[in-house]
């Protein structure tokens, strides 16, 4: 009986996981296949892909044609339930920015949480990534290297599945050659990019996303993942057979019922629960990591959201993987008379270097692709090609006025209609209506092609959460405090998204459909809007610069780690959740050498 | 985090600078209380009265009418058929708007409790005043009762904002939401599919990519 309940858990548990997405889900994997028993506590309910997805249903079949409302902030089809930038009886508050942006806070209360949504992009941080303060003297370097992490990467990417090509460009690195499933063939769109984008420097590769191009291979990759351990290596290739390759059709953010992409309720949990060795309390809204006279973690407070009480899990090691930001809420709202700063907090800074990915995208119209025969062109379900940061060099020869790069992700393709699919097309019809439109229809259907960078972002000193003084949420937890300002660096990068990717249109033959956007701020996406935050916990090389050490155990508290983004001193352009994953793996490695020397 | 589908949908949507459709914001202002006590803001979830909520069931199949009471009138929705059956008649390839169900899509689109769908509702059933006006003074007919070619004469005027009279701004930015819901509505269904010639969304073995023959002639290979 995994799920259970404050009454029925079954302890003692050697440790506790707060949180159920990348992090939390990676501990549990590799954490309860090694025999510790586990206990996890999620905030939201159960959720179960495999009855939950909405695979085939076409928009039509839901209310406002599956548009984007303010329950469901990514289309009704999404896979997020309990979710979004606000989620019902937990509010949180904002200090606008000098232009009056806000940072905006997206979360998912459920199972598998945001991992639930997002694009399976999967890109490794490459050697630059984990030092870019030696490299250009700005922001934080990580206490360890790319080659540190690089085995992890390999394990998460054949436990997960990711497809990709097996390039390695500068700071751009890839696995030792078997660790990749194949690419997707590339859609005629991506033909198109991969053929002119080379006209403005740039180059193309196939993209890296958490798919399965085809079935994963159950017969040698447990005993990589596993050496030595049969018990863990027959559980992972039971889940591994009960994983269906791609069909080919259906959008990724609605998730996957055959288990075709990464979620962390498809790939980490099942295995996990299937060992014995993991538990887990749905709707519990941790609050507070409790302490034992001698300055060792205890366990975990959290109210059970179905009856409201306060609980008490106790563990001999508490992992926070509850997402950067609610981490760090955690672990400020944890304040008593010894630690009147909140725990692990003697550095105070807990909350802050938080960062998110700068985002800046354009639409462009392309009159080679209008007319085309008809093409199945759903592939899988997202990013096919992409390009990486290009112009290392420059950079570091300061001929740029940015010093961090970005990665350009790009789409096409004559995708299943939806109610934005012709909307506002006077930009090219004229305002036509009538038979004339229908013919547009034709014509315009797949000509479009998106670019959205996604570019680093240096640390800075007006980025940080903290405790509201006043506001609770609904249980009475206080709430979190955003600060945000991007710096002119992630400003100026933006507008030289904008002016790149106009020009690749025009290599392209097409025309965006508006003016590529020269002013900064308007350029940028705002604070939180790519999801992709990460710092508040960050890691470093002492106890004075960092809250936790290379392990991502906190420097205050030896048996406390976080799991998740929060322990990133740098969020480089590569989007965050493989690199969340490799490190809650490396991590959980080290909590199961210290539990063997009897240190935990 | 965001998948890219849905972003270039949000792109285009929130790029065109149409009310109809637009992206409901991240941050919607109507979700915000001002804090008096300092420039700070307190993002609070507001429950929307009869919504479908966070955690709808996204397996079932919706009527229209189930989620929340419809508005139409006979009389409008004689007025919404006619002109959505003016943006998309039927030809060739594919039936009318109204004849797969626009007009009860848009008809749901304007009840709905939202905020993006509250601010059309308003321009929808402002402009069904103006067009059954104008079609009374050219012609002293209601507009779902005039010729073609009549109703044809009124819409030429209000189909492209950016060339409409500044008095017919309104009317034009009416037109510009009404064929984006109309486009909407239509396209999603089977018959509009059918008429774009989509052929996804079954499930494949294998994905074999375009033909070549189809990159040649296109350069691209």
């Known amino acids: ?600 | 985090m965001t998948d890219r589908r849905t972003t270039i949908k949000l792109i285009m949507a929130a790029a065109a600078g149409v009310p109809a459709l637009r992206r409901a914001s991240a941050t919607d202002p109507t979700e915000f209380q001002p804090d008096p006590r300092v420039a700070v803001d307190v993002q609070r979830y507001v429950p929307r009265m009869n919504g479908y909520g966070p955690d709808p069931n996204l397996i079932k199949a919706y009527e229209k009418g189930e989620l929340w009471p419809l508005t139409l009138d006979p009389q409008q929705r004689q007025l919404a058929a006619a002109l959505s059956d003016l943006i998309i008649p039927a030809d060739e390839h594919s039936p009318s708007a109204s004849a797969v169900g626009v007009v009860d899509f848009i008809d749901e689109w304007i009840s709905a409790p939202y905020p993006q769908q509250r601010q059309d509702r308003e321009t929808v059933l402002d402009g069904f005043i103006w067009l059954d006006g104008e079609a009374r003074h050219r012609a002293r007919r209601p507009f779902a009762r005039l010729l073609e070619a009549q109703q044809r004469a009124i819409c030429d005027r209000i189909c492209d904002a950016s060339r409409a009279p500044a008095d017919l701004q309104r009317p034009a930015q009416f037109f510009a939401t009404y064929r984006n819901l109309t486009a909407a509505g239509f396209y999603i269904t089977a018959a509009g599919r059918k008429d774009l010639q989509y052929v996804g969304n079954v499930p494949l073995k294998q994905f074999d990519g375009p033909p070549v023959e189809l990159l040649k002639r296109l350069g691209l290979v």
């Open chain 1, 1 to 600: 009986m995994p799920f259970v309940t404050p009454s029925t858990q079954r302890g003692p548990y050697d440790v506790i996981i707060v949180g159920s997405g990348a992090g939390g889900g990676q501990t549990a994997y590799t954490l309860s296949m090694e025999g510790v028993r586990v206990l996890m506590l999620e905030a939201g309910r159960k959720y179960v892909p495999a009855h939950e997805t909405p695979m085939f249903q076409t928009p039509n079949l839901a209310p406002l044609g599956g548009s984007v409302t303010p329950d469901k902030n990514f289309g009704f089809y999404d896979a997020t339930v309990d979710g979004g930038w606000d989620v019902p009886g937990q509010p949180y508050v904002t200090v606008p920015d000098k232009w009056g942006g806000r940072f905006t806070w997206w979360r998912a209360r459920m199972l598998g949480g945001r991992t639930n949504h997002w694009g399976r992009i999967s890109l490794r941080n490459g050697p630059y990534d984990f030092k870019p303060k030696s490299r250009d003297g700005l922001g934080l370097d990580w206490p360890i290297i790319y080659d540190d992490v690089a085995p992890y990467y390999d394990k998460v990417e054949m436990l997960v599945g990711v497809y990709g090509g097996n390039e390695s460009l500068e700071n751009t690195p890839a696995g030792p050659g078997d660790t990749l499933l194949p690419p997707p063939t590339p859609l005629v769109s991506d033909h198109l990019f991969m053929q002119r984008a080379p006209r403005v420097g740039v180059a193309v590769l196939p993209g890296r996303r958490a798919v399965l191009t085809r079935a994963q291979d159950h017969r040698t990759v447990p005993a990589k993942l596993h050496p030595g351990n049969a018990h863990a290596q027959k559980i992972l290739a039971a889940a591994m057979r009960k994983r269906a390759p791609c069909l080919w059709a259906t959008d990724c953010g609605r998730g996957c019922s055959v288990g075709a992409n990464y979620q962390s309720t498809t790939v980490h949990l099942p295995p996990a629960l299937a060992t014995g060795n993991l538990d887990i309390i749905t709707h519990a809204m941790v609050y507070e990591v409790t302490m034992d006279g001698s300055g060792r973690a205890n366990g975990v407070r959290f109210i059970d959201a179905t009856t409201g009480r306060h609980e008490h899990a106790r563990a001999r090691i508490v992992v926070l993987g509850a997402s950067a930001c609610e981490t760090a809420r955690i672990l400020l709202n944890s304040k008593s008379g010894r630690y009147p700063n909140g725990l692990a907090n003697s550095s105070g800074l807990v909350g802050r270097y938080v960062l998110d990915t700068v985002g800046s995208s354009v639409v462009g119209q392309i009159p080679l692709l209008e007319s085309l025969p008809p093409l199945n062109e759903n592939a899988a379900g997202g990013l096919q090609v992409y390009a990486p940061w290009w112009l290392y060099k420059e950079q570091l020869a300061h001929q740029l006025p940015f010093p961090r790069g970005y990665h350009i992700e790009y789409g096409g393709g004559k995708q299943l209609p939806d109610p934005y699919t012709f909307y506002g097309l006077e930009w090219l019809t004229g305002g036509s209506y009538g038979k004339k439109l229908k013919e547009d229809a034709r014509r315009y259907y797949g000509s479009f092609v998106e670019f959205d960078g996604r570019g680093a972002m240096v640390p800075n000193d007006n980025c940080y959460v903290e405790i509201d003084p006043v506001v609770k949420d609904q249980f009475g937890i206080p709430v979190l405090r955003f600060h945000w300002q991007w710096g002119d660096y992630e400003q100026r990068q933006a507008v030289h998204m904008q002016e790149t990717f106009g020009a690749i249109v025009e290599a392209m033959g097409g025309r965006v459909q508006t003016p590529v956007v020269t002013d900064p701020v308007k350029a940028i996406s705002s604070g939180g809007q790519m999801i992709h935050e990460v710092g508040g916990t960050v890691m470093g090389a002492d106890a004075r610069s960092s809250v936790t050490n290379k392990w991502s155990q906190t420097w205050d508290v030896p048996n406390l780690f976080v799991a998740d983004g929060g322990v990133f001193p740098y969020n480089a352009d590569k989007n965050p959740t493989l690199t969340i994953m490799a490190l809650a793996w490396r991590m959980s490695d080290h909590i199961l050498e210290r539990m063997r020397r009897r240190e935990l």
